[in-house]
């Protein structure tokens, strides 16, 4: 709460304390605060506007693109359409959220249907690389909604053909790992 100044009752005069702590704990600090309350999410966004730095703004922008409370979900998929984000930093809420399984649904279904926004916000040659962010998925279904998704882009979105294909490896691997381990590790963990 220190780092970033949410003591002060003075919103407008907030700044991020990054002297505060430890440098090596940095991002944690504000990971931990919206963690701990993700009612200070909207508290925390508001220093993304007015920060150049790049390393805090990362830090920022991490923590908020961390949260998994539900009811943040679209705020936080929506911060990659918002200008006030770098081109470099577009897929970070997209991807934070596709990696956790307690978001990862939701994640999906937003991105679907914003594919088109997200893919112009990104140089031509980077928009391949949107294949890779939902590759922490672990079944062959989600592998086939993945390739159905994304197969019909390839032709005329550059180095999708292969971030496809390495995410729907990435998939299958998971999901071939899970079927060989899934009767050993429950008898291991019984519920």
Same mark, same amino acid.
């Given at each position: 709460?220190?780092? %970033? #100044? ?9 700044? /991020?304390?990054?002297?505060?702590? #430890?440098? #090596? ?5 504000? +990971? ?13 966004? @508001? ?5 150049? #730095? ?30 006030? %984000?770098?081109?470099?930093? /577009? ?19 937003? +991105? ?20 890779? /962010? ?8 989600? @592998?086939?909604? *993945?390739?159905? +998704? +994304? ?8 180095? !999708?053909?292969?971030? *496809? @294909? ?6 299958? *691997? ?13 008898? !291991?963990?019984?519920?």
């Amino acid at each position: 709460r220190a780092v %970033l #100044d949410l003591d002060n009752p003075d919103k407008r005069s907030r700044r /991020v304390h990054l002297d505060k702590i #430890d440098p #090596d704990l940095a991002g944690l600090a504000l +990971f931990a605060v919206l963690q701990r309350d993700a009612s200070e999410w909207a508290d925390v966004a @508001a220093f993304l506007s007015p920060e150049n #730095d790049s390393t805090t703004r990362h830090y920022i922008l991490s923590a908020l693109s961390s949260v998994h409370d539900p009811a943040l979900g679209a705020k936080i998929l929506g911060l990659a359409l918002e200008p006030r %984000l770098k081109v470099n930093e /577009v897929v970070t809420p997209i991807a934070a959220q596709a990696n956790d399984s307690r978001t990862r649904d939701a994640a999906w279904a937003w +991105f679907q249907q914003r594919y088109d926004a997200v893919a112009a916000r990104l140089p031509e040659e980077r928009r391949g690389h949107l294949a890779r /962010v939902f590759s922490s998925y672990c079944s062959e279904e989600k @592998a086939q909604e *993945l390739d159905a +998704f +994304f197969g019909p882009k390839k032709s005329h979105t550059p180095g !999708m053909e292969r971030a *496809l @294909a390495q995410s729907l490896e990435s998939v299958r *691997l998971c999901a071939a790992r899970k079927a060989a381990h899934e009767e050993s590790a429950k008898k !291991m963990f019984p519920q």
